[in-house]
Nanobody, 120 residues
Framework: QVELVESGGGLGQAGGSLRLSCAAS????????MGWYRQAPGKQRELVATITRGGSTVYADSVKGRFTISRDNAKNTVYLQMNSAKPEDTAVYYC??????????????WGQGTQVTVSS
């Protein structure tokens, strides 16, 4: 069993900052790519940012220069630092990760989601 626990969502103001965290736990041999996705009301879930185990990152154009994804491999944790937040960043943010379990089976897992609301 592999579980992702997200934290750090909430209410912020336009131009302000928020920081999300997501920790993977359970029967894990190794955590590979970790990422954040978001889904706004009435819209499809979209990629926000991903980071490989080696630290290579990919960002959606809409967040480049404002958001920073990072990870701590020792803690199996990924972070999303959200700066210069905009009201259009309001969404439920989901953590996603690819792991190899202790039994060798690869598994993609989603977190339960954390609400981020940015007021104007």
């Amino acid at each position: 069993q592999v579980e992702l626990v997200e934290s750090g969502g909430g209410l912020g103001q336009a131009g302000g900052s928020l920081r999300l965290s997501c920790a993977a736990s359970g029967s894990i041999f190794r955590v590979y790519t970790m990422g954040w996705y978001r889904q706004a009301p009435g819209k499809q879930r979209e990629l926000v940012a991903t980071i490989t185990r080696g630290g290579s990152t990919v960002y959606a154009d809409s967040v480049k220069g404002r958001f920073t994804i990072s990870r701590d491999n020792a803690k199996n944790t990924v972070y999303l630092q959200m700066n210069s937040a905009k009201p259009e960043d309001t969404a439920v943010y989901y953590c996603n990760t690819l792991v190899r379990r202790q039994d060798g089976i690869p598994l993609t897992t989603w977190g339960q989601g954390t609400q981020v609301t940015v007021s104007s």
